[in-house]
């Protein structure tokens, strides 16, 4: 009977703490990194390898300035390494200088000035223009800029951009060769408004376009370092081919992006989300099955039951046993045990018992301290999703397809942050 009782609990504890192991999960399939689509926009055409202006109309006396070099074409780029690299164009370089004493066109159309402004932007864009064709062209944008302040003139505008071009200033450029031709060709002479213009298709290989926006009221949102705006807003500006950083921050929030390469001509848009700590935090458990660690403390607590029954039922025994022996004893003699088998029966059903009530009792112990042992390694414990897996569980929730998104590199302070992005 003892051994029966003692395999049977066996089966039921290891039948138990079987069924509480974890099942090795499957292994993942990583993803492969999703390539933002093109945007769509069409590609700057293509341009002559170099490009020869063809001196100012107001000075034909000067001679013809040097071919403008193009940025390399593609065929011309290095090849890039690794699998899906792209290579950044080459910058654009221009020797082409400007007219000895050059003047300065009025037009009604686009400012009138005094005298006086005419007189301090003559004197400050002449020496930029010495300075240029000296080949210093930090010196010459100063000098170009200070004229500037006296006459926002195109003429001024398009010197600018030649120096600017020679200091690898795309962004720059492009914004001083689209005031230069703001107004047409009145202000300037026409080869150099043509000239703007096929500078402007070449510096059009050297930028793109980001769009970032941001809903979370107070967020200070930045572009590769420089503060563009505080949430909510938008932002639209002319970039550099190539990667960007995007940052947006906020007391308690704090994230930071790289967005993918970005190529001539190609927009990219950016939506940036922030979290709180609690709208990220998700609970697991080790098993599925929550049950049996308590089943397992249950069947250990019905076996002490059971092993206490036991030991009543001894201590009954060997009172009965106990009172035998002494109706046995008389006067003359003790009573012998051994030539009572009844007597002998109840003693050995006694130790039985008692034996069996400590075996149930430890066995109890056992099942009680695995129980409690696999209910406290199967307690929830919260982990951090990553942001876009929140924003996908709210895709699958409302049936919409999951966006393409990039995981933020996150600073320690920080509690969440979504970066999508979309070309």
Same mark, same amino acid.
């Not at 899906?84 to 037009?107: I, W």
């Not at 020496?127 to 200070?146: S, T």
């Not at 409302?398 to 990039?406: C, D, E, L």
């Given at each position: 009977?003892?051994? =029966?009782?003692?395999?049977?609990?066996?089966?039921?504890?290891?039948?138990?703490?079987?069924?509480?192991?974890?099942?090795?999960?499957?292994?993942?399939?990583?993803?492969?990194?999703?390539?933002?689509?093109?945007?769509?926009?069409?590609?700057?055409?293509?341009?002559?390898?170099?490009?020869?202006?063809?001196?100012?109309?107001?000075?034909?006396?000067?001679?013809?300035?040097?071919?403008?070099?193009?940025?390399?074409?593609?065929?011309?780029?290095?090849?890039?390494?690794?699998?899906?690299?792209?290579?950044?164009?080459?910058?654009?370089?221009?020797?082409?200088?400007?007219?000895?004493?050059?003047?300065?066109?009025?037009?009604?159309?686009?400012?009138?000035?005094?005298?006086?402004?005419?007189?301090?932007?003559?004197?400050?864009?002449?020496?930029?223009?010495?300075?240029?064709?000296?080949?210093?062209?930090?010196?010459?944008?100063?000098?170009?800029?200070?004229?500037?302040?006296?006459?926002?003139?195109?003429?001024?505008?398009?010197?600018?951009?030649?120096?600017?071009?020679?200091?690898?200033?795309?962004?720059?450029?492009?914004?001083?060769?689209?005031?230069?031709?703001?107004?047409?060709?009145?202000?300037?002479?026409?080869?150099?408004?043509?000239?703007?213009?096929?500078?402007?298709?070449?510096?059009?290989?050297?930028?793109?376009?980001?769009?970032?926006?941001?809903?979370?009221?107070?967020?200070?949102?930045?572009?590769?370092?420089?503060?563009?705006? +505080?949430?909510?807003?938008?932002?639209?500006?002319?970039?550099?081919?190539?990667?960007?950083?995007?940052?947006?921050?906020?007391?308690?929030?704090?994230?930071?992006?790289?967005?993918?390469?970005?190529?001539?001509?190609?927009?990219?848009?950016?939506?940036?989300?922030?979290?709180?700590?609690?709208?990220?935090?998700?609970?697991?458990?080790?098993?599925?099955?929550?049950?049996?660690?308590?089943? +397992?403390?249950?069947?250990?607590?019905? =076996?002490?039951?059971?092993?206490?029954?036991?030991?009543?039922?001894?201590?009954?025994?060997?009172?009965?046993?106990?009172?035998?022996?002494?109706?046995?004893?008389?006067?003359?003699?003790?009573?012998?045990?051994?030539?009572?088998?009844?007597?002998?029966?109840?003693?050995?059903?006694?130790?039985?018992?008692?034996?069996?009530?400590?075996?149930?009792?430890?066995?109890?112990?056992?099942?009680?301290?695995?129980?409690?042992?696999?209910?406290?390694?199967?307690?929830?414990?919260?982990?951090?999703?990553?942001?876009?897996?929140?924003?996908?569980?709210?895709?699958?929730?409302?049936?919409?397809?999951?966006? +393409?998104?990039?995981?933020?590199?996150?600073?320690?302070?920080?509690?969440?942050?979504?970066?999508?992005?979309?070309?």
């Amino acid at each position: 009977m003892i051994k =029966v009782l003692a395999i049977g609990l066996g089966l039921v504890l290891g039948a138990g703490v079987v069924s509480a192991q974890p099942k090795r999960p499957a292994t993942p399939r990583k993803k492969a990194p999703a390539t933002a689509p093109k945007s769509g926009d069409s590609q700057p055409a293509a341009t002559p390898a170099a490009a020869t202006p063809d001196s100012p109309t107001a000075q034909p006396a000067s001679p013809a300035p040097a071919p403008v070099a193009a940025p390399a074409t593609p065929a011309a780029t290095p090849p890039a390494t690794g699998p899906g690299a792209r290579a950044k164009p080459a910058p654009m370089k221009t020797d082409e200088k400007a007219g000895a004493n050059e003047a300065l066109q009025r037009n009604a159309g686009y400012k009138n000035v005094t005298k006086a402004d005419e007189d301090c932007a003559l004197r400050a864009f002449h020496q930029g223009n010495d300075l240029l064709n000296n080949g210093l062209f930090p010196q010459a944008v100063a000098r170009y800029r200070e004229a500037l302040r006296c006459w926002d003139h195109p003429g001024i505008h398009y010197n600018l951009a030649l120096a600017l071009i020679n200091l690898d200033q795309p962004i720059e450029v492009y914004e001083q060769l689209n005031e230069a031709i703001k107004y047409g060709s009145d202000p300037l002479d026409e080869g150099k408004f043509e000239h703007a213009k096929e500078y402007l298709k070449l510096v059009a290989g050297l930028l793109a376009d980001v769009e970032v926006s941001c809903d979370k009221p107070g967020a200070k949102v930045a572009v590769d370092g420089k503060e563009v705006f +505080v949430a909510p807003g938008s932002f639209k500006a002319k970039v550099r081919v190539g990667k960007h950083t995007f940052y947006g921050e906020k007391e308690g929030y704090n994230a930071r992006v790289t967005a993918p390469f970005i190529g001539p001509g190609e927009t990219f848009r950016i939506e940036l989300k922030l979290y709180t700590a609690e709208e990220l935090t998700r609970y697991r458990r080790r098993w599925d099955k929550t049950w049996m660690p308590y089943t +397992v403390i249950g069947a250990g607590v019905l =076996v002490g039951l059971i092993g206490g029954g036991l030991e009543l039922s001894a201590n009954s025994t060997y009172k009965d046993y106990q009172g035998q022996v002494a109706r046995c004893n008389t006067t003359a003699q003790a009573c012998e045990i051994e030539k009572h088998p009844d007597l002998v029966d109840m003693r050995k059903s006694g130790d039985t018992k008692r034996t069996l009530g400590f075996v149930g009792y430890g066995v109890a112990g056992a099942a009680v301290a695995t129980g409690a042992l696999l209910a406290y390694l199967n307690r929830r414990t919260p982990y951090q999703i990553r942001p876009e897996e929140r924003d996908d569980e709210q895709d699958k929730a409302q049936g919409k397809a999951p966006a +393409v998104s990039f995981t933020p590199v996150v600073s320690p302070g920080m509690t969440g942050a979504l970066v999508q992005g979309h070309f």
